[in-house]
């Protein structure tokens, strides 16, 4: 799950790409990098990248020496497959084709096609195990030495599209000067249009994972792209949008109830608004077992919303219990389990006073491996809480995700199999409450969502995704012996 931003029209697009992925850094830690149009010079591309948050990768010096041209495109990377490599930080790049891109979401069938393009001829092979580095190779190929135009590149798309099994919201610029972008056919992953005018009354425009990045910089929200549609943006600022190949609307549930930040929307939906629905649902659901509880606790930040949701509907008080140092980063998207388990003893402090001789009634957004959970519960019991229910706004996860989601085995998956009770076990708690399906689509609004974590049921066949799923396992395994 990766944050990804490109910008057309401003003569400083870099850095409005910068402070579009200082706001998409929830999606991704492992590393960023900017991609630009060069001005002058025998390089056609300029780009800097590197490991680690957003604002040690960069400096003013980028933006001074480098990073210049009103066609930029940036991305911050959420591993899910070869872990801490730098040469698989994007954006990437080719030269041949002119055309560069950043991705987020995973492709399934990545080996079939990379033996593909090994077979096609020695220039699009790809250079590194990126599944992205598969899609720029493909689009390459596809193009056919044309140069790239909303026509041309539309036909590559589509051609591509169809070759292409997974989830996946790709943003590109080539070298023209054209800024483009598409969605899977099934819509997994989002990818919003945006739009502003400049001091010079001309548009600028903008495409991006979430709108909190395009409108934290002033621009209008125009619409997501659809899925399966393209959109090419030339350098003449006109807009070219055509739906190439669309098989269903099935966005993942994962991104309203976690990823995506709260002041973003999804659909024209606020996903504070959807938390917040998420909590009355589920406190529904709560009173229907007859829990009772004498005090509601966010785990902080994510599941906050549907916290004062809950502790509303039940009449009961909301206590901020947990708090979060604000300088430790995401546990969900960290390497390994050591790893997360030793962010989590940094990240959250409990308040005694607050817990002591409590029911506390504990809201997080979802249980995956149980690790944090656990180590919440524990922390609770140590401060004498007298009982802890642990209640979760996203139903049990039980089935691996295939599209960007960092679970790969159902093995490492807390509720796997289990009943609610022997999740309570498993975690410490007195008991475990979770969403049910029903009550996710009606506070999401959605009839047709990606639930394939939650059912096993997915939008595209997974069954070409083994060897996928196996690496990701290995990148596991060996992170885990290195720590």
Same mark, same amino acid.
């Given at each position: ?42 390089? @056609? &591309? ?5 490991? +680690?948050?957003?604002?040690?990768? #960069?400096?003013? /010096?980028?933006?001074?020496? $480098? =990073? ?110 054209? @800024? &483009? ?5 099934? +819509?997994?992953?989002?990818?919003? #249009?945006?739009? /502003?005018?400049?001091?010079? $009354? =001309? ?110 509907? @039940? ?20 390497? $390994? ?111 047709? @969502? ?34």
């Amino acid at each position: 799950m990766c944050g990804i931003i490109g910008v057309s029209g401003t003569t400083d697009a870099a850095r409005d790409v910068f402070v579009g992925l200082m706001n998409l850094q929830h999606r991704g830690q492992d590393g960023a990098g900017i991609l630009t149009l060069a001005e002058s010079g025998s390089e @056609l &591309f300029n780009l800097q990248k590197g490991s +680690g948050l957003i604002e040690n990768v #960069f400096s003013e /010096r980028s933006f001074k020496k $480098g =990073l210049k041209g009103k066609t930029a495109l940036g991305h911050t990377r959420y591993a899910t497959i070869g872990r801490q490599d730098p040469n698989l930080l994007q954006p990437f790049f080719d030269a041949r084709s002119t055309i560069g891109i950043g991705h987020n979401g995973n492709i399934v069938n990545v080996y079939t096609l990379r033996d593909e393009l090994a077979e096609a001829g020695l220039e699009y092979t790809p250079a590194s195990e990126s599944d992205s580095e598969v899609i720029l190779k493909l689009l390459a190929l596809e193009l056919d030495g044309h140069e790239p135009n909303a026509q041309h590149m539309f036909k590559a798309i589509e051609a591509s599209m169809h070759r292409l099994v997974g989830s996946y919201a790709v943003v590109g610029i080539d070298g023209t000067g054209g @800024l &483009f972008g598409f969605r899977d056919p099934d +819509g997994i992953r989002p990818l919003i #249009f945006g739009s /502003r005018i400049n001091s010079e $009354g =001309l548009p600028v425009y903008a495409l991006a994972s979430e709108s909190i990045a395009l409108t934290y910089l002033g621009y209008t929200v125009e619409n997501e792209i659809a899925p399966g549609e393209a959109i090419y943006i030339g350098a003449d600022r006109q807009v070219s949008r055509k739906v190439l190949f669309q098989r269903s609307l099935s966005p993942c549930m994962f991104e309203s109830v976690y990823f995506s930040r709260v002041e973003s929307e999804l659909e024209e939906h606020s996903i504070y608004e959807t938390r917040f629905q998420l909590g009355l649902v589920l406190a529904e659901r709560i009173k229907e077992l007859g829990i009772v509880a004498d005090v509601v606790v966010p785990v902080p930040e994510t599941s906050r919303s549907a916290a004062i949701a809950i502790a509303e509907a @039940l009449d009961l008080p909301f206590r901020e219990s947990l708090i979060k140092n604000r300088y430790v980063n995401r546990t969900f998207i960290l390497d $390994g389990h050591a790893a997360r388990q030793e962010a989590i003893r940094r990240k959250l402090s409990p308040i005694p006073s607050e817990i002591r001789g409590k029911r506390c009634l504990v809201i997080d957004d979802s249980i995956v491996r149980g690790t944090t959970a656990a180590q919440i519960i524990e922390l609770m019991r140590q401060s004498g809480a007298k009982e802890v229910i642990m209640a979760s706004t996203c139903p049990q996860i039980q089935f691996p995700c295939y599209y960007g989601i960092d679970f790969p085995s159902q093995d490492e998956l807390v509720a796997y199999n289990c009943t609610d009770e022997e999740v309570a076990k498993k975690l410490g708690a007195d008991r475990v409450v979770f969403q049910t399906i029903e009550g996710l689509r009606k506070a999401l609004k959605k009839d047709t @969502l990606c639930t394939g974590c939650l059912t096993g049921t997915y939008p595209t066949d997974v069954t070409c995704g083994s060897d996928f799923q196996s690496q990701r396992l290995k990148d596991r395994t060996t992170l885990i012996r290195k720590s």
